[in-house]
């Protein structure tokens, strides 16, 4: 996840609070050239072009795993796009997952700009796609990571899935802001409408749940997870990585992998 410098926050909020787009550049990073893809990484794969739930058309890929394992829906981060994710989707891949990743409105290919409720829109598209392909949310498991993880969660509340692993998640937008910049959120906090509070949502989950965050994490703090996890209810795990940060390639650790097999078997058995 990235964050703003203070003094663009501070312009921001000091603008007009009628301006909603303002509020999207304080969160959103997209970036639309792709600069690679699954062929890279040696993973055969699907163009897919499908529509968010109101419509906006949408890219995504979708690389084909084991029919008999999973499939995992990823929702990523709030900067960049797909092909950012490449080495991810490869070690996906090697746990023998199915992988479907699409890129929100504005991001890489996908039409439309990035918002809240656009986010939520988008996932509900991907799920409709991976159900017309013969993917039921009984056989998806959601993976969001950091702001993707607020994304996975709505859709998980709205159609519960076999799994959802939530990967560095935030408590809430506000609590980014009053981490990042106290004094200045303690002032114009109440000019951002934007939500994505987990800590409020998360009683609410009917399904297996993984946590995974860094223990060095310095830009959504450890507490924060440990706040999420506190509240969800059973069932439930958390791994947190030794020293790893917020943008750390978690699969290069023993715990990352052991936790996802553990999840996996456990999905598998329900």
């Known amino acids: 996840m990235r964050v703003l410098p203070v003094l663009t926050i501070l312009l921001l909020f000091t603008s007009s609070p009628a301006d909603a787009m303002l509020e999207d550049h304080f969160l959103y990073f997209p970036e639309t ?4 893809t699954p062929a890279a990484a040696g993973l055969p794969y ?6 968010a739930a109101d419509g906006t058309l949408l890219h995504g890929w979708y690389v084909a795993g084991e029919r008999s394992r999973p499939v995992v829906l990823f929702c990523h981060g709030n900067a960049g796009n797909i092909s950012h994710r490449i080495d991810s989707l490869a070690q996906l891949h090697r746990l023998g997952l199915n992988v479907f990743i699409f890129d929100y409105r504005g991001y890489g290919r996908s039409a439309g700009q990035a918002s809240e409720a656009g986010t939520y829109q988008d996932s509900r ?5 991976l ?22 969660l709505q859709l998980a509340l709205e159609q519960p899935p076999a799994g959802l692993v939530m990967e560095t998640p935030f408590s809430s937008i506000a609590a980014m802001g ?19 509070d987990n800590t409020r949502k998360i009683t609410g989950l009917k399904s297996r749940l993984l946590f995974t965050h860094g223990s060095a994490d310095s830009i ?3 507490r924060m997870v440990q706040k999420l996890f506190d509240l969800a209810p059973e069932p439930k795990q958390l791994v947190l990585i030794p ?11 023993d715990e990352y992998r052991q936790g996802w097999r553990m999840f996996l078997e456990k999905v598998m058995a329900d």
């Open 131 to 152: 159900r017309l392909h013969g993917w039921a949310a009984e056989q998806t498991i959601y993976f969001g990571r950091s702001l993707g993880a607020a994304v996975a």
């Open 178 to 196: 009053r981490h990042h910049y106290p004094i200045l959120y303690r002032v114009l906090g109440w000019l951002v409408d934007l939500d994505y």
């Open 220 to 222: 959504v703090p450890p």
């Open 125 to 129: 598209g991907a799920l409709d796609w």
């Open 33 to 36: 050239t792709l600069i690679a």
């Open 243 to 253: 020293g790893a940060g917020h943008n750390d390639n978690f699969f290069r650790s």
């Open 46 to 51: 699907d163009e897919v072009t499908f529509p």
